[in-house]
T-cell receptor, first 114, second 109 residues
Framework: NAGVMQNPRHLVRRRGQEARLRCSPM?????VYWYRQLPEEGLKFMVY????????ESGMPKERFSAEFPKEGPSILRIQQVVRGDSAAYFC????????????FGEGSRLTVL | SQQGEEDPQALSIQEGENATMNCSYK?????LQWYRQNSGRGLVHLIL?????REKHSGRLRVTLDTSKKSSSLLITASRAADTASYFC?????????FGAGTRLTVKP
């Protein structure tokens, strides 16, 4: 049973370009969470999704950021018109239930904006 | 929003010593979890303690929870160099978990 898979692991973008980060949850998990981590800091919650639904996006910037978790395929975190401040590690986690038990994390996608 | 805060921010000890990390939070919780993160890697779940539990053990790990003080501690006994990592507490916030800034533990061989 493969773990949470994130790709790409590393992504370099120039200012103004778009970044798409993908997350395939563990098999049987229908709950996906995205977090952002700056160097030497903790994880900041961005968005919580279930299949085809955004449950809580209170941690996501209102502009340029969007997330989806379609019926088929991975969850995608999309950042439009990236700026240098978007440079960070973005982690995806999944869980089988919604009762905030153990989260299973991917290895992260590291975005660098030049 | 609810979020745990770890203390100390950094801790350096010798192999064989015990390491204690603390976590404080602000509002009521259903459970509190501790995670570990090696440099450049994802987080790995260590232990979950529910709000009606006071202490829990897992191998060399011991977690306590004091809901009256809104605090938790993680004790790693007989530390090893391989325990070097960042440790985060996470508290439930409605449907998701919120993390603190972490304690960076260095265990010197």
């Amino acid at each position: 049973n493969a773990g949470v898979m994130q790709n790409p692991r590393h992504l370099v973008r120039r200012r103004g370009q778009e970044a798409r980060l993908r997350c395939s949850p563990m098999k049987g998990h229908s709950h996906v969470y995205w977090y952002r981590q700056l160097p030497e800091e903790g994880l900041k919650f961005m968005v919580y999704l279930q299949k085809e639904n955004i449950i809580d996006e209170s941690g996501m910037p209102k502009e340029r950021f969007s997330a989806e978790f379609p019926k088929e395929g991975p969850s995608i975190l999309r950042i439009q018109q990236v700026v240098r401040g978007d440079s960070a590690a973005y982690f995806c986690a999944s869980s089988p239930t919604a009762n905030t038990g153990e989260l299973f994390f991917g290895e992260g996608s590291r975005l660098t904006v030049l | 929003s609810q979020q745990g805060e770890e203390d100390p921010q950094a801790l350096s000890i010798q192999e064989g010593e015990n390491a204690t990390m603390n976590c404080s939070y602000k509002t009521s919780i259903n459970n509190l979890q501790w995670y570990r993160q090696n440099s450049g890697r994802g987080l790995v779940h260590l232990i979950l303690i529910r709000s009606n539990e006071r202490e829990k053990h897992s191998g060399r790990l011991r977690v306590t929870l004091d809901t009256s003080k809104k605090s938790s501690s993680l004790l790693i006994t007989a530390s090893r160099a391989a325990d070097t990592a960042s440790y985060f507490c996470a508290t439930d916030n409605n449907n998701d978990m919120r993390f603190g800034a972490g304690t960076r533990l260095t265990v010197k061989p």
